[in-house]
């Protein structure tokens, strides 16, 4: 059964904004400034499905670029005090798309979310050398293990060392671990073999609008 849903932008190009990939346009709006508006959006989107969907939990993803912002910090935790129901039903993933430059203000944004019952998750962990540096820093509920690994796990003794490490390691700092990328039984067996408790991918859904929408 689903634990929750990840909100995923998908920009529709148009000929004043040719950036079709989530990747392209997520860069673009960093690089003019716009990443926690951006952010913030996609967050009061998360609430509105989270409200509109009984039970339903959503994660929605956050840049180090607002991760270290004191300000959204604010705004967020002043929306979670206010309609305290809507921790539990939300999950925050921190993404590596930009470095994290003032850990301090970051390590105070993950605790306050924590301490008002918000999960936090480190996103895409294997991809990028900050992930590991992120789970020294903050302490997270969950740790996404990164869709390359989980495609070739079931060819690769390799792959599965490299999935089972991370899994020791996410369980050493009291993480739950969910693999992405998984598309047949067999990927899913061996993630469950692997110590891996939750799993994303297509044998489980594919993408559509988010519940409640």
Known sequence: ???HYEALLRPIPTPANPYGEPSEFLALAETVGLSEAL???????????????????????????????????QQLCALLEASPDLAGR????????????????????????????????????????????????????????????????VE????RGFIAAM??????????VVAEKIETEAQAALMQELGVTFGQGFL???PGALPGQ
């Not at 989270?50 to 039970?55: K, S």
């Not at 991809?127 to 293990?145: I, N």
């Open 1 to 3: 059964r689903a634990h």
């Open 39 to 73: 952010d913030w959006a996609v967050v009061e989107t998360a609430c509105e499905a989270a409200r509109a969907a009984a039970g339903a939990r959503i994660a929605c993803n956050l840049s180090g670029l607002t991760l270290q912002n004191p300000a959204f910090r």
């Open 90 to 153: 939300l999950l925050v993933e921190i993404t590596e798309t930009a470095e994290i430059e003032d850990e301090g203000e970051a390590i105070r944004t993950v605790d306050a979310l924590r301490g008002l019952g918000l999960p936090v998750c480190i996103d895409d962990f294997g991809a990028g050398a900050a992930a590991f540096r992120y789970l020294r820093l903050f302490r997270v509920d969950f740790v996404k293990v990164d869709g390359i690994y989980v495609t070739h796990a």
């Open 156 to 159: 690769s003794d390799r792959d």
């Open 167 to 176: 899994v020791d390691l996410a369980r050493t700092v009291g993480a739950r």
């Open 204 to 206: 489980f859904g594919r």
